[in-house]
């Protein structure tokens, strides 16, 4: 059988160790290809707290990373592998604004240029989207990944979004109806018990935004009302559900299993797990 390639979006304003760790894993052991990208070409970096094995979450009251897995997250945030990564803003063409001269030609050009993308992604077999705080900053309303999201729904491809890139899979949706992917769909992503008051912090930038800039839980139970669900699970270990093609984990302790239902997706079938 052919081997797979994953195509994996990371933030430019940090991403959390072991969420890209988990899945890569998995990946690797699986001999799949995985190629990175990022909004605009710039190598992404992980957040500091999530290469110290000392670091304890407020939230939880303990550590969320271990030894291990924190020598394994500094090696491959120091590796050639995320140095050349891909740059959506290359790639995807960006929606131009109705107020912009000559709108109807530009909307027509947009829409050109976008329908190219469900051929781009051919060679891809999943999309998966990062999390830690930088989502927040630079792909929750990046409307070149919604547009990215959008055409691996199309093309019936396994999506995973993990804790805060969750709310991508949220905000992306079709122009016409406006209406959430995940509207009738079954996720879980960062709850409101374990999001920080204090201290929410990014790569690059200088500032202590205090607690997260939007409570993602409650966005999620909007998005997947009437007929779906938000799943907390506070108090269970892990949380990861699959209502395929979202594969969705809650927050740093799933990125091994989310990685591991990705390679049961796409080896097995599995269409539908954790609830």
């Known amino acids: 059988m052919a081997s797979r ?12 160790g072991e969420e890209l760790l988990g ?16 909004p605009t070409g710039k190598r992404p970096q992980a957040l500091p707290p999530s290469l110290d094995p000392g670091y304890v979450d407020p939230p939880l009251g303990r550590s969320v990373t271990t030894p291990e897995v924190a020598v394994a997250v500094a090696e491959l945030d120091a590796s050639d592998r995320l140095n050349d990564p891909l740059s959506l ?26 329908g190219r993308i469900d051929t781009d992604i051919e060679r891809y077999d999943a999309l998966v989207i990062v999390g830690g705080s930088g989502p927040i900053v630079d792909l929750a309303n990046n409307g070149r990944v919604h547009e990215l999201i959008l055409a691996f729904l199309r093309a019936d491809k396994p999506i995973v979004a993990e804790c805060y890139g969750v709310a991508c899979l949220a905000f ?11 509207r009738g769909k079954h996720v879980t992503g960062h709850c409101k018990e374990y999001d920080y008051k204090d201290g929410t912090g990014f790569i ?30 506070v108090g269970h270990e892990t949380s ?31 269409r539908r797990y954790g609830w």
Request: aromatic fraction near 14%; hydrophobic fraction near 35%.
């Open 172 to 182: 992306a949706r079709d122009w016409e109806d406006r209406d959430s992917i995940i």
């Open 5 to 16: 390639t994953i195509l994996v979006i990371l933030s430019e304003y940090g991403y959390w």
């Open 89 to 114: 803003s290359a790639w995807i063409p960006d929606r131009p604004y109705n107020s912009e001269p000559d709108f109807l030609r530009r909307i027509e050009g947009y829409y050109r240029e976008l």
């Open 204 to 233: 690059g930038v200088d500032f202590n935004m205090g607690p997260p800039p939007y409570p993602l839980e409650y966005i999620l139970r909007d998005a997947t009302a009437p007929d779906g669900r938000y799943h907390g699970n």
């Open 240 to 270: 990861v559900i699959v209502d395929y093609p979202f594969i969705t984990a809650r927050s740093t302790p799933d990125s091994f299993l989310a990685g591991q239902k990705l390679v049961e997706v796409l080896e097995s079938g599995l």
């Open 23 to 38: 899945p890569v894993a998995a990946c690797d052991e699986q001999g799949y290809q995985t190629v990175f990208a990022t």
